[in-house]
């Protein structure tokens, strides 16, 4: 079993800066003619309703709002340029291609200052942008093509190729010292079902809905990585009726292999220490106690601790196996792949059927067919 780092949350600074990264590649990716372009009618328009010019606004204050908490933001200045080629990239190609360009350059700067600030920082935000770009990119794939299904398929694959998911779980493992290890343990699980899936099987859909699970995959991870949600709250009641039944299972197939000889051990050192004295001469008795209990102590069996030593031992096996099965079991919860794409069975259903029939057929032939005697 793989050692389990201590949970902890995620520390702030590197919070706040999976936070821009996500939040500037966001902003990048959106595009005017695919935001509405008036509110809905007799409803206060929320985020994703609000229309073009007001929602670019709105992820720009937001992403500028991250970077002052991390000690790198706009003056208030440019801050006020970016606003007004915000306002105006709805209403024409030039506009929003000059407002993209900004947010380019904004972006280079932002990294270049966390990179030079804290190499982690510099992680983090990349860490951020990488998971936002992975739904990103394969909405791209549905922009003004007449063949959307093979553009987003080979998007999947682009962006669950193996180089770049390695990049992804390299910077997890470099900051799980700084986020909560369970959470990098779902993602990197998830990265490599989504890597696996992406291989053989095509998208359900190739509309924008029928992306949405892909959206909520990312925001899952994105959401378990900043710590805005503990790992725990992705499951229900049942669902952790599932976690302790995994870990009680573990935990008895566990100290069923590898507990006897040590329980043997602690009981015969015990009984030595404790009961030789009543099963020797008083004669012999203080030479074999003289000697077995350095020993006793050379391993770190003293009468008065082998209770608080087994007792430790077993807390901490406890909570590695609970860890463990949670993990597990959050992991299988929040899997979205199968929502994505056609399921693997389905497909090899459909192209093997017209051969099986066909065999079928013969062998019904066969069955029909009237023997001859050989004379």
Not at 327 to 332: Q, R, W
């Amino acid at each position: 079993m793989n050692a389990f780092a201590p949970r902890r949350s995620t520390e702030t600074q590197i919070s706040g800066a999976i936070t821009l990264g996500w939040r500037i590649a966001v902003l990048y990716s959106l595009r005017a003619g695919e935001l509405p372009s008036s509110p809905p009618d007799n409803m206060l328009p929320m985020r994703r309703s609000l229309p073009a010019a007001e929602r670019l606004a709105l992820e720009l204050r937001a992403a500028a709002g991250d970077a002052d908490r991390l000690g790198i933001g706009l003056q208030q200045a440019e801050l006020d340029e970016l606003l007004q080629l915000a306002v105006r990239s709805p209403q024409s190609d030039e506009n929003e291609a000059e407002f993209h360009a900004r947010i380019r350059a904004w972006h280079i700067h932002l990294q270049t200052m966390l990179w030079a600030d804290h190499e982690a920082t510099g992680k983090a935000y990349e860490l951020g942008s990488f998971l936002s770009d992975t739904s990103n990119r394969v909405v791209r794939g549905l922009r003004g093509i007449d063949d959307p299904r093979g553009h987003v398929t080979r998007e999947l694959r682009c962006v669950f190729e193996p180089q770049r998911v390695e990049r992804i779980k390299r910077l997890l493992d470099d900051l799980q010292a700084k986020i909560d290890p369970a959470a990098v343990r779902i993602v990197k699980e998830h990265l490599d079902a989504w890597q696996a899936a992406v291989g053989d099987r095509t998208p359900r859909t190739t509309t924008r809905a029928g992306l949405e699970p892909l959206d909520s995959q990312v925001v899952t991870w994105f959401q378990l990585v900043t710590g805005d949600k503990e790992p725990e709250a992705f499951i229900g009641h049942d669902d952790r009726t599932q976690v302790r039944g995994t870990m009680i299972s573990r935990m008895a197939g566990s100290y069923r292999r590898g507990w006897p000889g040590v329980v043997a051990f602690v009981a015969i050192a015990a009984a030595a220490v404790l009961f030789v004295p009543t099963l020797l001469d008083g004669k012999d008795a203080p030479r074999v106690i003289a000697f077995l209990t350095p020993l006793a102590g050379a391993v770190g069996f003293k009468v008065t601790s082998i209770g608080l030593t087994v007792r430790k031992s077993l807390d901490a096996r406890a909570e590695l196996l609970w860890n463990t099965a949670l993990v597990e079991v959050i992991s299988a919860k929040t899997l979205r792949v199968d929502d994505v794409l056609e399921p693997v069975l389905a497909r090899r259903r459909h192209l093997t059927l017209p051969a099986a029939r066909s065999h079928g057929d013969a062998s019904a032939r066969h069955m029909r067919a009237p023997h001859r005697l050989r004379v």
